[in-house]
């Protein structure tokens, strides 16, 4: 779309709404939130890049193809779960670790893991489906 | 409360299968998103309802305050969501290509898998 | 909020607090082996030359997974592993019982067999439009479902596996294939929806999803909820996926359609994940129903092998003829399950794996038939015996067992299905049996008469046959062989298959050890 207002616009938004889908993935643990609309907000900021700048710039800008992002995420997710196989305990039970970082103690875990791998599949799947129908709309 | 909505979700039901019964696959794709409302509304209804408690546990507590809502329906529905949608989002590419590449959007007419005039298998040897 | 700080909960109750040994990890082994192995060939979707080999030596190992599970299971008894530590009825379990450990390794066997033969039939477009990864999680679905304790869950990997096919089912995007994929795609959804609504019934009145749970709560419900319209909803639908008699079009509306690859691999998995679960609701959770339902199972079964049969005898395409086949041997399972006792559900359980086995190997067969003799019509085939007598001998011998011919292993379960039908004095539905079996020696001989022994019409080239694909039809021919000639083994299986589901204490104790859920 030749828009002067939505290219100027675009990576402010596009860059705040990555941001703040990377924010509501974190909160998910324990508040509203989680992997899969975080990803989807990180869809739509794509999307709306895509609108204002075409499918090849999104494609350049997120480096891998989209189904090879979806496939590291599932990868991700299932690492996640395995990993507790090291620790005896069952499939998918949340490890956590606390290290403290720059005087913070930062709770980290395999769930959060998981939602990453979520994360990730969502983004690559919904991306890989809106990107060839702009492509098909560009046409 | 669950009367009503035993009610609403008898007549998504009516609704869905009507549609889904048309010789039309644009028909039939609506009856399919109503249909899955439908079922996630009766999965609702079957979990037993409560308003306006969300089942979140409160900061510093390790059970929930007091009865809550059932949060087992919720799961259960946003998967199913999850899964309608997405099924939902191929039908619809689906019936798109179906339509662009068989030039007809009725059932009656997709006879390019089942040809009407198939020859007759070998008769003797 | 230090006001109200509670009591620390009591972690017993909830978790699973005891080490977890290596062997329970079998359990979830087989579905996170596929699911990483499919993300991994995701990732490597460009690499066309690599893809079948990590996808081969995957099933491989996959199959030596479910080998392993189904010794343990052998050895032990039902085994389960809840996720997340989550005790249930709480926590999804997964519980696997002989009859899973049996269907999964089994279907480990066929997808091995379809990936060695998916290396010629599938080209590069089709492995870059993602056939292995796919065939990965396709086969995750297979086995979640087989191996899952769970209801939902259950569903969950219903979806899945359909999704997975759908994807299968149009690579190529012909038109026959979009033809195809929008009859399966509707039909097959309307059958999980119903799964889903019974499921929401079975919610509603249980308050579990927990398949051990609902078999120890099922019996004191009896009295007052309605028990047996629940579960004719639930063998409504899973009669819809297997494709039982006046619910099958779908299937030979589409199965003829995408790579022959494809159509082996569907004929071998899918229509048999309905009657897993089929077998699993009705037998195991609600045996009371399904006595109740069993004349209408037993109808509908009899009418579905018969008309399959005659489906199949009607046929100018092989494949389409192919599929009808496999619609009647659904209605030897479901005859199977009507009759009930170890005779009936041990004969269902055997009918449904070497149907696994002999459906494969068939589509393969007409895969490699239209390649020498140049398609999968009737009235153009011919001389395939003169090309290749192997080729016609393994033939030969899958027509047998299709049919129930001794010694190959279509032979077993049909006899157990008609003694079973014998001794409970439904001798109309032994009768449709073995009128099944007549009528299906009659449409393979048929085929084996037009397309292998009539002289070819038109002298045709040469065709070179490349190991990899002659390779899984010995395999599986090879198999269905074994299994006809040493029936000992997988008969001692199936019928101690049997008696667990019909007395299920032991999948009870394995989710409980502690005794019922509170």
Same mark, same amino acid.
């Given at each position: 779309?030749?828009?002067?207002?939505?290219?100027?616009?675009?990576?402010?938004?596009?860059?705040?709404?990555?941001?703040?889908?990377?924010?509501?993935?974190?909160?998910?643990?324990?508040?509203?939130?989680?992997?899969?609309?975080?990803?989807?907000?990180?869809?739509?900021?794509?999307?709306?890049?895509?609108?204002?700048?075409?499918?090849?710039?999104?494609?350049? !800008?997120?480096?891998?193809?989209?189904?090879?992002?979806?496939?590291?995420?599932? $990868? $991700?997710?299932?690492?996640?779960? $395995?990993?507790?196989?090291?620790?005896?305990?069952?499939?998918?039970?949340?490890?956590?670790?606390?290290?403290?970082?720059?005087?913070?103690?930062?709770?980290?875990?395999?769930?959060?893991?998981?939602?990453?791998?979520?994360?990730?599949?969502?983004?690559? !799947?919904?991306?890989?489906?809106?990107?060839?129908?702009?492509?098909?709309?560009?046409? | 409360?669950?009367?009503?909505?035993?009610?609403?979700?008898?007549?998504?039901?009516?609704?869905?299968?009507?549609?889904?019964?048309?010789?039309?696959?644009?028909?039939? *794709? %609506?009856?399919?998103? %109503?249909?899955?409302?439908?079922?996630?509304?009766?999965?609702?209804?079957?979990?037993? %309802?409560?308003?306006?408690? +969300? +089942?979140? %546990?409160?900061?510093?507590?390790?059970?929930?305050?007091?009865?809550?809502?059932?949060?087992?329906?919720?799961?259960?529905?946003?998967?199913?969501?999850?899964?309608?949608?997405?099924?939902?989002?191929? *039908?619809?590419?689906?019936?798109?290509?179906?339509?662009?590449? *068989?030039?007809?959007?009725?059932?009656?007419?997709?006879?390019?898998?089942?040809?009407?005039?198939?020859?007759?298998?070998?008769?003797?040897? | 909020?230090?006001?109200?700080?509670?009591?620390?909960?009591?972690?017993?109750?909830?978790?699973?607090?005891?080490?977890?040994?290596?062997?329970?990890?079998?359990? &979830?082994?087989?579905?996170?082996?596929?699911?990483?192995?499919?993300?991994?060939?995701?990732?490597?979707?460009?690499?066309?030359?690599?893809?079948?080999?990590?996808?081969?030596?995957?099933?491989?190992?996959?199959?030596?997974?479910?080998?392993?599970?189904?010794?343990?299971?052998?050895?032990?008894?039902?085994?389960?592993?809840?996720?997340?530590?989550?005790?249930?009825?709480?926590?999804?379990?997964?519980? #696997?019982?002989?009859?899973?450990?049996?269907?999964?390794?089994?279907?480990?066997?066929?997808?091995?067999?379809?990936?060695?033969? /998916?290396?010629?039939?599938?080209?590069?477009?089709?492995?870059?439009?993602?056939?292995?990864?796919?065939?990965?999680?396709?086969?995750?679905?297979?086995?979640?479902?087989?191996?899952?304790?769970? #209801?939902?869950?259950?569903?969950?990997?219903?979806?899945?596996?359909?999704?997975?096919?759908?994807?299968?089912?149009?690579?190529?995007?012909?038109?026959?294939?979009?033809?195809?994929?929008?009859?399966?795609?509707?039909?097959?959804?309307?059958?999980?929806?119903?799964?889903?609504?019974?499921?929401?019934?079975?919610?509603?009145?249980?308050?579990?999803?927990?398949?051990?749970?609902?078999?120890?709560?099922?019996?004191?419900?009896?009295?007052?909820?309605?028990?047996?319209?629940?579960?004719?909803?639930?063998?409504?639908?899973?009669?819809?996926?297997?494709?039982?008699?006046?619910?099958?079009? =779908?299937?030979?509306?589409?199965?003829?359609?995408?790579?022959?690859?494809?159509?082996?691999?569907?004929?071998?998995?899918?229509?048999?994940?309905?009657?897993?679960?089929?077998?699993?609701?009705? &037998?195991?959770?609600?045996?009371?129903?399904?006595?109740?339902?069993?004349?209408?199972?037993?109808?509908?079964?009899?009418?579905?092998?018969?008309?399959?049969?005659?489906?199949?005898?009607?046929?100018?395409?092989?494949?389409?003829?192919?599929?009808?086949? &496999?619609?009647?041997?659904?209605?030897?399972?479901?005859?199977?399950?009507?009759?009930?006792?170890?005779?009936?559900?041990?004969?269902?359980?055997?009918?449904?794996?070497?149907?696994? &086995?002999?459906?494969?190997?068939?589509?393969?067969?007409?895969?490699?038939? /239209?390649?020498?003799?140049?398609?999968?019509?009737?009235?153009?085939?011919?001389?395939?015996?003169?090309?290749?007598?192997?080729?016609?001998?393994?033939?030969?011998?899958?027509?047998?067992?299709?049919?129930?011919?001794?010694?190959?292993?279509?032979?077993?379960?049909?006899?157990?299905?008609?003694?079973?039908?014998?001794?409970?004095?439904? =001798?109309?539905?032994?009768?449709?049996?073995?009128?099944?079996?007549?009528?299906?020696?009659?449409?393979?001989?048929?085929?084996?008469?037009?397309?292998?022994?009539?002289?070819?019409?038109?002298?045709?080239?040469?065709?070179?046959?490349?190991?990899?694909?002659?390779?899984?039809?010995?395999?599986?021919?090879?198999?269905?062989?074994?299994?006809?000639?040493?029936?000992?083994?997988?008969?001692?299986?199936?019928?101690?298959?049997?008696?667990?589901?019909?007395?299920?204490?032991?999948?009870?104790?394995?989710?409980?050890?502690?005794?019922?859920?509170?």
């Amino acid at each position: 779309m030749r828009s002067l207002i939505l290219r100027t616009v675009a990576p402010l938004i596009v860059g705040l709404m990555v941001l703040f889908s990377i924010f509501v993935l974190l909160r998910g643990h324990n508040e509203p939130g989680g992997g899969f609309i975080g990803g989807l907000i990180a869809v739509a900021a794509l999307s709306i890049y895509g609108i204002a700048f075409g499918v090849e710039t999104v494609r350049r !800008a997120i480096v891998f193809h989209p189904l090879s992002i979806a496939g590291a995420g599932l $990868l $991700l997710a299932t690492l996640s779960g $395995l990993l507790s196989m090291v620790f005896h305990v069952p499939f998918m039970t949340g490890l956590w670790v606390y290290p403290v970082i720059l005087g913070e103690e930062v709770p980290l875990s395999s769930v959060m893991t998981f939602d990453i791998g979520v994360y990730l599949v969502v983004v690559g !799947a919904v991306t890989s489906v809106a990107l060839s129908l702009e492509e098909r709309g560009e046409d | 409360m669950e009367p009503v909505f035993a009610l609403l979700t008898g007549i998504f039901l009516t609704i869905a299968i009507y549609l889904m019964m048309s010789k039309f696959i644009i028909r039939m *794709l %609506i009856g399919v998103a %109503i249909l899955g409302n439908a079922v996630n509304l009766l999965i609702f209804t079957s979990g037993r %309802i409560m308003r306006e408690v +969300p +089942p979140v %546990i409160g900061p510093g507590l390790d059970v929930p305050a007091g009865p809550v809502a059932n949060p087992l329906p919720q799961a259960l529905i946003l998967t199913a969501i999850v899964i309608s949608f997405s099924f939902f989002a191929f *039908l619809l590419v689906l019936s798109w290509r179906a339509y662009s590449t *068989l030039g007809t959007d009725n059932t009656d007419e997709m006879r390019v898998a089942e040809p009407d005039d198939a020859p007759l298998p070998p008769l003797g040897y | 909020m230090a006001a109200v700080s509670s009591p620390p909960a009591d972690l017993s109750a909830a978790l699973v607090l005891q080490p977890v040994t290596a062997l329970d990890w079998l359990v &979830v082994l087989p579905v996170a082996w596929c699911i990483g192995i499919g993300a991994v060939l995701m990732m490597v979707r460009h690499r066309t030359f690599l893809q079948p080999l990590i996808a081969v030596a995957a099933l491989g190992v996959l199959a030596g997974l479910d080998a392993a599970l189904l010794w343990h299971v052998a050895q032990t008894g039902p085994v389960t592993m809840v996720m997340g530590r989550w005790l249930p009825p709480f926590g999804i379990a997964f519980t #696997v019982d002989l009859m899973g450990a049996l269907f999964a390794l089994m279907a480990a066997v066929v997808a091995l067999a379809g990936a060695v033969a /998916a290396v010629t039939d599938i080209n590069d477009s089709g492995r870059r439009y993602g056939f292995y990864p796919l065939l990965m999680l396709l086969m995750a679905g297979v086995s979640g479902a087989f191996l899952t304790g769970d #209801v939902f869950n259950l569903y969950v990997w219903f979806e899945v596996l359909l999704i997975s096919s759908f994807g299968l089912l149009v690579l190529g995007a012909e038109r026959e294939q979009i033809d195809g994929a929008v009859k399966y795609g509707f039909l097959n959804l309307v059958a999980t929806t119903l799964f889903l609504i019974a499921t929401g019934y079975l919610y509603g009145i249980f308050g579990t999803l927990n398949m051990a749970d609902i078999a120890a709560k099922a019996g004191p419900l009896r009295e007052t909820a309605p028990l047996t319209t629940l579960i004719a909803l639930f063998v409504f639908a899973f009669a819809m996926k297997a494709a039982a008699f006046p619910v099958n079009f =779908w299937l030979p509306a589409s199965y003829h359609t995408p790579r022959i690859v494809v159509s082996a691999l569907f004929a071998g998995l899918l229509t048999k994940v309905g009657i897993y679960a089929l077998i699993r609701v009705s &037998v195991m959770l609600f045996p009371f129903e399904r006595r109740e339902l069993s004349l209408v199972i037993a109808v509908v079964g009899a009418l579905t092998m018969i008309t399959g049969a005659l489906g199949a005898l009607a046929q100018t395409d092989t494949r389409r003829l192919l599929g009808y086949l &496999v619609i009647s041997g659904i209605g030897s399972m479901l005859a199977g399950i009507a009759l009930g006792g170890p005779g009936g559900i041990g004969g269902a359980v055997f009918y449904a794996l070497h149907s696994m &086995v002999v459906m494969t190997a068939l589509y393969l067969a007409a895969g490699l038939a /239209a390649r020498f003799g140049g398609g999968f019509s009737l009235a153009a085939l011919g001389g395939l015996y003169a090309r290749h007598a192997l080729f016609s001998a393994l033939s030969l011998m899958l027509f047998f067992a299709v049919s129930g011919l001794p010694p190959f292993s279509g032979f077993w379960p049909k006899v157990m299905l008609v003694k079973a039908a014998l001794d409970s004095g439904a =001798w109309w539905l032994a009768a449709a049996l073995l009128f099944t079996g007549f009528l299906t020696m009659i449409a393979t001989g048929r085929l084996f008469l037009i397309a292998y022994w009539r002289p070819a019409g038109a002298p045709t080239l040469q065709v070179a046959v490349p190991a990899t694909a002659l390779l899984p039809l010995m395999a599986l021919t090879a198999v269905s062989v074994l299994i006809g000639l040493f029936p000992e083994t997988l008969l001692g299986l199936v019928q101690k298959a049997a008696l667990t589901l019909d007395e299920p204490s032991a999948y009870l104790h394995s989710v409980f050890p502690a005794g019922s859920a509170p």
